[in-house]
């Protein structure tokens, strides 16, 4: 379980920085909303930066994967039915931030070509807005990803009860900024605000949790409270 843990830890921190990275460096920086035609030169004369995001973003994807099964692994002593419905919950987010990336590939094709058109802006448009609202609708899975993931942190015996609290905040976070952005019309208006309550409920407890695994990953201690778990959860089977 100690390389689990380790992996676990590294995956999370590794999500962080090549999320920030991609979506705050690179497309916050070359998208604009309200101009389609600049959104395209922007993509066009900085390929390298975008495809920069774009590979941070599959790499981000691949972490995530490997989040499904170390983090099914540590949670399974608790209670291995919620565990998998945690598993599921991120694989369905998965699943649909890879379809998503699958919009940006095609931008990147768009602004890759040696001709560009002014009516390409708005097909390149489109797909950055399918983007958004496909990513969305898996951060929305994410965001009950979080909640059964708090929950089986608070039941557990080896991770603070604190950190499952902030879980659950964070998944509240992923859930007030998603259906606002699916549904409310002047999301656009009040982005700021919405996006300060993902960010900040988000990173508190994400953190957090990273933290501790990058600590029980090193610590003899926490490990040997998990063995133990392990421990009983197999002897529990067994009978």
Same mark, same amino acid.
């Given at each position: ?8 830890? +590294?995956?999370?921190?590794m999500i962080f920085i090549t999320g920030f990275y991609a979506n705050f460096t690179?497309l916050s920086s070359l998208v604009e909303i309200d101009n389609p035609t600049k ?7 900085? *390929?390298?930066? +975008?495809?920069?995001? !774009?590979?941070? /973003? &599959?790499?981000? &994807? ?19 039915? @919620?565990?998998?419905?945690?598993? #599921? ?6 699943? /649909?931030?890879?379809?998503? &990336? ?13 001709? %560009? =058109? ?16 496909? @990513?969305?609708?898996? &951060?929305? =899975?994410?965001?009950?990803? *979080? ?6 942190? $608070? ?6 009860? *604190? $950190?499952?609290? !902030? *879980? ?6 992923? =859930? ?17 605000? /919405? ?8 990173? %508190? #407890?994400?953190?957090? /949790?990273? $933290? @501790?695994?990058?600590?029980?990953? +090193?610590?003899?201690d926490k490990l040997s409270l998990i063995n133990k778990d392990l421990k009983l ?7």
């Amino acid at each position: 379980m100690k390389t689990n843990a380790k992996i676990s830890g +590294f995956a999370y921190v590794m999500i962080f920085i090549t999320g920030f990275y991609a979506n705050f460096t690179v497309l916050s920086s070359l998208v604009e909303i309200d101009n389609p035609t600049k959104t395209l030169l922007n993509i066009s004369n900085n *390929l390298n930066l +975008f495809r920069n995001g !774009l590979l941070s /973003f &599959l790499l981000m &994807l691949v972490f995530d994967i490997v989040l499904i099964v170390t983090l099914f692994k540590l949670t399974s002593t608790v209670s291995r039915t @919620w565990s998998y419905v945690a598993s #599921g919950f991120r694989m369905l987010h998965a699943l /649909f931030f890879g379809i998503a &990336l699958l919009q940006l590939y095609e931008v990147y094709n768009i602004a890759h070509d040696d001709h %560009i =058109f002014k009516e390409m802006s708005y097909a390149v448009m489109d797909l950055l807005s399918n983007f958004d609202e496909l @990513w969305t609708i898996g &951060l929305l =899975f994410f965001g009950f990803h *979080l909640l059964v993931l708090g929950y089986l942190t $608070i039941k557990s015996n080896h991770i603070p009860k *604190l $950190i499952g609290v !902030l *879980l659950i905040i964070a998944s509240f976070g992923y =859930f007030v900024d998603c259906l606002a952005k699916l549904s409310y019309a002047d999301y656009d208006n009040y982005k700021e605000y /919405f996006e300060s309550v993902v960010i900040i409920t988000g990173v %508190i #407890g994400e953190l957090s /949790f990273t $933290i @501790w695994l990058i600590v029980a990953g +090193f610590s003899k201690d926490k490990l040997s409270l998990i063995n133990k778990d392990l421990k009983l959860t197999s002897d529990l089977e067994e009978s």
